[in-house]
T-cell receptor, first 113, second 113 residues
């Protein structure tokens, strides 16, 4: 069975400083990986996805993620945090057979003024 | 463009009462449909998925069931709710085939008392 590990349950940064949210995925020949964001009491919004094209994936709102096969990692970064980035972030891997998603446990990002 | 609807947005139900949550998708045909549940402070767990009318696959044994009476309609039901059924229920769809991005509805917050 697939598993996705988000290494930090909470991350706190100051506004204007870099953001790093860490994720490790199950080894797979050709994984499909995603980052979703969830603001309080809201649904999930897709930030970015990796599907075996470029290893550095750019997403919305200035986020990007780097796929590293040797480390089975897919960490999410942003150069400068905004207050509006405060939310829960989920790293996700798709099961290519069922086309269903396996979610990490989430990382809550706090942005301090 | 495609749109996904869920209702109700919030629901408070007593233990032992029945449940019916509805999800509909507009702007696409023959989508793959999914029900996920997010318990408090946890990631999302896949409950059911469907690749076509009347075709339901269950991921987790429990007192919930799902049905797909029409191509773009997906219903989550229970005959008798348990306290542990409380959570945030999200419906999602993707276009099937080789398309892998899933799009989520706004969610239903269910509280069982």
């Amino acid at each position: 069975a697939q598993s996705v590990t988000q290494l930090d349950s909470h991350v706190s940064v100051s506004e204007g400083t870099p953001v790093l949210l860490r994720c490790n995925y199950s080894s797979s020949y050709s994984p499909s990986l995603f980052w979703y964001v969830q603001h309080p009491n809201k649904g999930l919004q897709l930030l970015l996805k990796y599907t075996s094209a470029a290893t550095l994936v750019k997403g919305i709102n200035g986020f990007e993620a780097e796929f590293k096969k040797s480390e089975t990692s897919f960490h999410l970064t942003k150069p400068s945090a905004h207050m509006s980035d405060a939310a829960e972030y989920f790293c996700v891997q798709m099961d290519t057979g069922r086309r269903a998603l396996t979610f990490g446990s989430g990382t809550r990002l706090q942005v301090q003024p | 463009s495609q749109t996904i609807h869920q209702w109700p947005a919030t629901l408070v139900q007593p233990v032992g009462s029945p449940l019916s949550l509805e999800c509909t998708v507009e702007g696409t045909s023959n989508p793959n449909l999914y029900w996920y549940r997010q318990a408090a402070g946890r990631g999302l767990q896949l409950l059911f998925y469907s690749v076509g009318i009347g075709q339901i696959s269950s991921e987790v044994p429990q007192n919930l069931s799902a049905s797909r009476p029409q191509d773009r309609q997906f219903i989550l039901s229970s005959k008798k709710l348990l306290l542990s059924d409380s959570g945030f229920y999200l419906c999602a769809w993707n276009a099937g085939g080789r398309t892998d991005t899933q799009y989520f509805g706004p969610g239903t917050r269910l509280t069982v008392l």
